[in-house]
């Protein structure tokens, strides 16, 4: 056999060989950089982050200093009118688009009794066996790690998990020797879980700080089906909590039961008007402005979601009718009670006419609606059936004056946002994964959950997309919050495509 035939025949195994060994590589590097995460991670989420708590906030902030200090960036801690933001940039160059990434690094309070592990804040490995979840020893994590392994622990999902992949991809992209087409900038909030209430103001006081071309939040859950996923909006929230009066101070249901109004009563049969059997709300006015036209109801009905599998999660037979599915329903105000209170209830019960009944309420919010107005719209509700309203607890005056009071307050109104479907930088975040994973990307046009980037929009006049990296079932902001290992790998891989394509 002559040589050219030799290498003819030779060729093809070369090209395998070759293409396998780079993959195995660049496979091997992930893995190191996902092991590397995991222990930095550890490390994270072992500093308490309680929103609520001022110590909690400054610890983080010191560790994120260092941490991103030690990848190159130039860090700042900017005050506000409550907790500091924390800011970091790489070296600017002036030919080059900046993207802005937002995340936050607070978290929501614990209960560690609810937790299946004595300490929230101690991260813990555990696989699936046998029906359950089995704690692990971190000893277990060998090179070859298994993607389907958890991490449980507060903030490991929501959102000290995205932190670290955006710092370990930083890590394997100069590994890699791989030049960066975009000036990098980060903001990470230290309110978010508590409205991020000082975020406007701070985002015009450092507006220049924070220019950039467009904006990327990294926060919440993947599709449920666990494709790569790019969000253009979400919504908005506000709050109000309502308070219906009954005798001044808790009576014996025998003595007074049919005499003493019940608040519980009253407040149940304002709450029951509100919405229909179905779920729609009848407050005049709620849904106004709000138009689907086709092409949006054909995007909507593009996203892979499965009513029956949604169905069996949530354990439910029939869902709301506010829209036909589920991406429809999210393109409306909702009116939710989160919470209702009266009297005792369970082995406390006791046979009395309670003194006062609570509901408190949340609304979100989609950008044809403002927060302010439908809270305008359930007062005047309110008002129609025949109460008298008050911001405060009522006087004794007020209370031998007026059949049915009820206080109320209201919360700050966070907006909602929505990007173009069609806008360029969108179109290049899309292209990125879809490059990055040989896949169709899911494309919602809003998301439930709501991330208060309304200022950023307003301020910098920059697009907004949330690229999400968790696992769906994460269990955020709930007992047992998680993060799965593979979502880690998917998190580094999307920072990674994102900063090493041109747009």
């Not at 290498?7 to 396998?20: C, G, Y």
């Not at 003493?260 to 709450?271: K, R, T």
């Not at 990007?419 to 969108?426: A, C, F, P, V």
């Amino acid at each position: 056999m002559n040589l050219k035939v030799f290498m003819k025949k030779l060729f093809p195994f070369l090209f395998v060989s070759a293409t396998f060994f780079a993959f195995s590589q660049e496979d091997i590097k992930l893995k190191s950089q996902v092991r590397h995460s995991i222990d930095e991670l550890k490390e994270f989420v072992a500093i308490p982050n309680d929103a609520l708590e001022h110590a909690d906030i400054n610890r983080n902030l010191s560790w994120l200093t260092n941490k991103f200090n030690e990848r190159g960036f130039n860090t700042s801690v900017l005050p506000t009118e409550g907790e500091s933001l924390f800011f970091a940039a790489l070296p600017m160059e002036d030919n080059k688009p900046t993207i802005l990434f937002y995340m936050h690094f607070d978290g929501q309070s614990v209960d560690p009794s609810k937790w299946e592990q004595p300490n929230p804040y101690d991260m813990v490995l555990k696989s699936w066996e046998d029906e359950r979840w089995k704690t692990m020893s971190f000893n277990d994590l060998t090179e070859d790690i298994n993607y389907d392994w958890r991490l449980f622990g507060r903030s490991t999902s929501d959102d000290k998990g995205p932190i670290i992949m955006f710092l370990n991809a930083i890590d394997l992209l100069k590994k890699n020797q791989v030049s960066i087409p975009f000036n990098v900038k980060v903001i990470l909030d230290s309110e978010e879980e508590k409205s991020s209430a000082p975020l406007p103001k701070a985002v015009k006081t450092y507006r220049e700080l924070l220019e950039a071309d467009f904006l990327v939040i990294n926060d919440g859950p993947v599709h449920n089906s666990e494709k790569p996923t790019v969000v253009y909006g979400c919504r908005g929230i506000t709050t109000m909590s309502l308070t219906t009066y009954g005798p001044i101070r808790p009576q014996h249901s025998g003595h007074y039961g049919n005499y003493a109004p019940n608040p519980g009563f009253q407040l149940a049969q304002v709450l029951a008007g509100m919405k229909d059997e179905e779920g729609r709300v009848l407050i005049e006015g709620f849904y106004d402005g709000i138009v689907l036209d086709e092409a949006t109801m054909a995007i909507l009905k593009s996203v892979p979601d499965d009513a029956a599998t949604i169905n069996a999660q949530l354990e439910i037979k029939t869902p709301e009718k506010v829209g036909a599915f589920y991406q429809e329903a999210l393109q409306f105000p909702s009116l939710n009670i989160r919470g209702l209170g009266s009297g005792w209830v369970g082995e406390k019960a006791r046979t009395i006419v309670p003194e006062s009944a609570t509901a408190e309420i949340d609304l979100r919010l989609v950008p044809e609606s403002d927060g302010t107005r439908l809270k305008g719209l359930v007062r005047k509700y309110i008002e129609r059936k025949g109460f008298f309203i008050v911001d405060e607890t009522p006087t004794k005056a007020q209370r031998l004056a007026h059949d049915k009071i009820m206080t109320i307050s209201e919360g700050t109104v966070t907006d909602a946002f929505r990007t173009d479907l069609d806008n360029r930088y969108g179109n290049f975040l899309v292209n990125s994964l879809k490059s990055t994973f040989g896949e169709d990307v899911v494309q919602i046009r809003i998301m439930g959950g709501t991330v208060p980037i309304a200022p950023f929009i307003n301020e910098l006049k920059i697009p907004a997309f949330i690229v999400p990296m968790v696992n769906p079932d994460n269990n955020q902001h709930s007992p047992n919050e998680n993060l799965k290992i593979g979502n880690i790998a998917y998190g580094i891989k999307v920072f990674y495509g994102i900063l090493s394509n041109k747009l």
